[in-house]
């Protein structure tokens, strides 16, 4: 017989939990409460969640999108206006600038599209910093503070301009933190509702550089040659078009001999830039700067370009974008340090309350499918049908989720059926299975803790969930000791059921105390990393967890089992 004076602390501790029924209640309460409290952490937002948090890196990219039809006058006006705000930055090394095209490829380019932009109304402007393990100032931190500045200072020089600052995605590729896509029959209405989609994410919170991938409608001018007038004065089309070209783009019109080279050096001419610009966007402006130009026919007469040309106003041609063989447009937003989730439902309200006086809105009905937050949309005039479809970083944010719970309950289910197999109990099995999902309370808390001790929200991440499920084997492992020291202690030595448990409590509590420590140990390296921070958090204080319920919580569901 084991006498109370001679027990250890911890075993005493363990076997005087288990004599009395008022305590063991109080554990299995208290561990409950813990469950539901840090459960409920998720929903209150005390512990938000994010596919990956911001990491900082030695360069971002400022997007300047005047509108549709501007000219490059126009582009280099706000351009300047950006890199006099960006040039008082000190962690700022250089500044390139790349006019009517986006840079040399880099990743973000690639998954933005930057390097399909083309025309007068783009440029983009890439930021170089200095080392980010030399300075204090984190590039998202720097982007954050910077956004607001720039685009207040600078947006309304050109009314209608869009510029989005990039940093290179920590993440999936994807073209943007949360987009969504309305496809429709109707280009024109299509754009219509991306525009009101635009506008109800401009009012999100936490969302930042809305944009909606459409052109914007602008009035242009056409020439159209009178061939009549043309071969009564003498004169042939080609001759238009080069005089045009001559004055308003500039073109090759003779060579240069070289005597030291084998090679010819072409002549280019074209009017200076006061010659050649409009003072006023107007037809009559136009028909001002035409009429100066003349040309001689072949009888040497100077016939005003005017007089063969008829000027036009037509709008614009717009661009129509197709996905899978439809009609659609793309709405873009990023979010400002916080998760995608979180403004999409938001939004998504936002959108039904919204939509819901022209249209009758219904939600996709199929719970956790891919596109479960989609939404139809049914004209109540015309009867025209249009879908919002919820795509970006949100959604692959959502699937991986989605994909690592499934993962996390396959995971559960194998553990059980092999338990069954092993222990041929359902009971034992249930019961480890229990202490294996009760390693949760410490991740979340784990998380809810380091969210106070540092500068920026600390979300939980895809990186957090893989620690989780791979703390369900170390939780399992500590039951598993457990149980099979107490049952041969009961079964060989015939030691009493509730002594047999706390003995089995105190000798094992060593060995599981020095495997959690060489997890905390080994995983304190990950916790200062950006990307992997969740997953070095969740091995921490899920460990801790782990190694509370092990010896506490499932000595209590043992001494409640028959089965033992």
């Known amino acids: 017989m084991h006498k109370t004076h001679h027990q250890p602390l911890f075993e005493r501790f363990v076997y005087n939990i288990l004599q009395s029924k008022i305590k063991k209640f109080l554990v299995i309460f208290l561990t409950l409460l813990a469950l539901v409290g840090s459960i409920m952490m998720l929903p209150s937002k005390l512990v938000l ?10 360069t971002y990219s400022v997007y300047v999108d005047t509108p549709t039809g501007s000219s490059i006058e126009q582009t280099k006006e706000v351009t300047a206006c ?13 500044i390139e600038t790349f006019y009517a095209q986006g840079s040399p490829l880099d990743y973000a380019g690639l998954v933005k599209g930057s390097a399909m932009k083309a ?21 998202f931190l720097m982007v954050q503070r910077l956004r607001p500045v720039i685009q207040n200072n600078c947006e309304k020089i050109v009314p209608g301009t869009n510029i989005k600052m990039i940093e290179m995605p920590a993440g999936p590729p994807t073209l943007a933190s949360i987009v969504v896509e309305v496809y429709g029959k109707n280009n024109e209405k299509v754009i219509s509702l991306g525009n009101e989609v635009a506008k109800i994410l401009k009012k999100t919170e936490g969302l930042v550089d809305v944009d909606v991938m459409a052109d914007e ?54 009017l200076s830039k006061n010659s050649k610009s409009i003072s006023q966007n107007n037809i009559d402006d136009l028909r001002n700067k035409l009429s100066s130009l003349s040309l001689m026919n072949k009888k040497g007469m100077m016939i005003p370009l005017t007089e063969v040309v008829e000027i036009k106003e037509v709008p614009s041609n717009k661009t129509i974008f197709h996905k899978d063989l439809k009609t659609m447009v793309n ?47 049914k004209d109540k005039k015309t009867g025209e049908e249009y879908l919002l479809r919820w795509d970006g970083e949100m959604k692959v944010t959502l699937d991986t989720f989605r994909d690592l719970g499934a993962a996390f ?51 939980l991440t895809a990186t957090s969930l893989i620690g989780f499920i791979a703390l369900m084997g170390i939780s399992s492992r500590n039951s598993l000791l457990l149980i099979d020291f107490a049952k041969g202690l009961i079964h060989k030595k015939h030691i009493e059921k509730k002594r047999a448990i706390a003995i089995a409590s105190n000798t094992r509590a060593k060995p599981i105390m020095l495997t959690a420590i060489a997890i905390i140990l080994g995983s304190a390296l990950l916790a200062s990393d950006p990307v992997f921070g969740g997953l070095g958090v969740a091995l921490i204080s899920g460990t801790v967890a782990a190694v509370v319920v092990s010896l506490l919580f499932i000595p209590v569901l043992m001494d409640n089992t028959k089965a033992i």
């Open 49 to 58: 969640a994010k596919m990956l948090p911001g990491k900082s890196t030695n």
């Open 82 to 94: 950006v890199t006099d705000i960006l040039k008082n930055e000190k962690e700022i090394k250089n």
């Open 119 to 139: 025309g007068e109304q783009y440029s983009e402007i890439v930021v170089n910093l200095t080392d980010k393990h030399t300075r204090e100032d984190k590039s």
């Open 217 to 270: 409608p602008f009035t242009k001018y056409k020439l159209i040659p009178i061939n009549d007038k043309i071969s009564r004065a003498g004169l042939t089309v080609d001759q238009i078009n080069k005089i045009l070209y001559l004055a308003f783009e500039g073109m090759e019109i003779a060579v240069k001999n070289n005597i030291d080279y084998n090679d010819q050096t072409p002549i280019f001419v074209s």
């Open 331 to 377: 709405v873009l937003a990023e979010t400002d340090m916080v998760s995608q989730v979180y403004p999409l439902l938001d939004a998504r309200e936002a959108m039904i309350e919204y939509f819901s006086k022209d249209y009758e809105v219904k939600k996709v009905p199929e719970f956790m499918s891919t596109y479960m937050f989609d939404l139809t949309l």
């Open 409 to 459: 309950i396959a995971a559960l289910i194998l553990i059980f059926l092999l338990l069954v197999v092993y222990y041929k109990s359902f009971a034992i099995s249930g019961m480890i299975l229990a202490g294996s999902f009760l390693s949760i309370i410490g991740v979340i808390i784990g998380h809810f803790v380091a969210d106070i001790f540092t500068e920026q929200t600390f979300f």
